[in-house]
T-cell receptor
Framework: KQEVTQIPAALSVPEGENLVLNCSFT??????LQWFRQDPGKGLTSLLL?????REQTSGRLNASLDKSSGRSTLYIAASQPGDSATYLC?????????FGKGTRLHILP | EAQVTQNPRYLITVTGKKLTVTCSQN?????MSWYRQDPGLGLRQIYY???????DKGDVPEGYKVSRKEKRNFPLILESPSPNQTSLYFC????????????FGPGTRLTVL
């Protein structure tokens, strides 16, 4: 059964620092992996989608990588800002079922 | 505007009273899905649908029903709600058989007393 793990569960960093969020999954036979952002009490906003044949995707200050063979993905956030404070979730698509990690709660200190 | 809508956004009900949460998307997506989000457990898939009249169970389908009579709509039905179904529910849709980006609705906060 596919399991998705995100470590750490919470992270606080000073404004301006670069940071990396981790996502690992147990079954490498995935179609794709997607990173989301969720603000408190709100819905999910898609950040980046990486198909299984891709190694990375970039959008602005965000870069997501995928290493399917090792079951890992990272989300790199450059020059963090207080507005980046949110919970970040990764989700994998395995046989058209979607499995989410429990998220990393990120707090950027002004 | 491309979007996924859910109604109601908030609902308080009592045990055993049947309810339906509606979900609609205007993007002509084939794949639609329902999730519940609980503290400490994260988001878990309840049911999904690959297309009209095609539905399948996710990880936590017990106590829920769905139907997909039209491409744009995917209602979630709780025939006899129980307090353990108190949760935050999200509907999502995707083009291309879930191989592309998921778009989420704003969520429905359900409380079952």
């Amino acid at each position: 059964k596919q399991e998705v793990t995100q470590i750490p569960a919470a992270l606080s960093v000073p404004e301006g620092e670069n940071l990396v969020l981790n996502c690992s999954f147990t079954d490498s036979a995935i179609y794709n992996l997607q990173w989301f952002r969720q603000d408190p009490g709100k819905g999910l906003t898609s950040l980046l989608l990486i198909q299984s044949s891709q190694r990375e995707q970039t959008s602005g200050r965000l870069n997501a990588s995928l290493d399917k063979s090792s079951g890992r993905s990272t989300l790199y956030i450059a020059a963090s800002q207080p507005g980046d404070s949110a919970t970040y979730l990764c989700a994998v698509n395995r046989d058209d079922k979607i499995i989410f990690g429990k998220g990393t709660r990120l707090h950027i200190l002004p | 505007e491309a979007q996924v809508t859910q109604n109601p956004r908030y609902l308080i009900t009592v045990t055993g009273k049947k309810l339906t949460v509606t979900c609609s998307q205007n993007m002509n997506h084939e794949y639609m899905s329902w999730y519940r989000q609980d503290p400490g457990l994260g988001l878990r898939q309840i049911y999904y649908s690959m297309n009209v009249e095609v539905t399948d169970k996710g990880d936590v389908p017990e106590g829920y029903k769905v139907s997909r009579k039209e491409k744009r709509n995917f209602p979630l039905i709780l025939e006899s709600p129980s307090p353990n179904q108190t949760s935050l529910y999200f509907c999502a849709s995707t083009s291309g058989m879930a191989r592309n980006e998921q778009f989420f609705g704003p969520g429905t906060r359900l409380t079952v007393l």
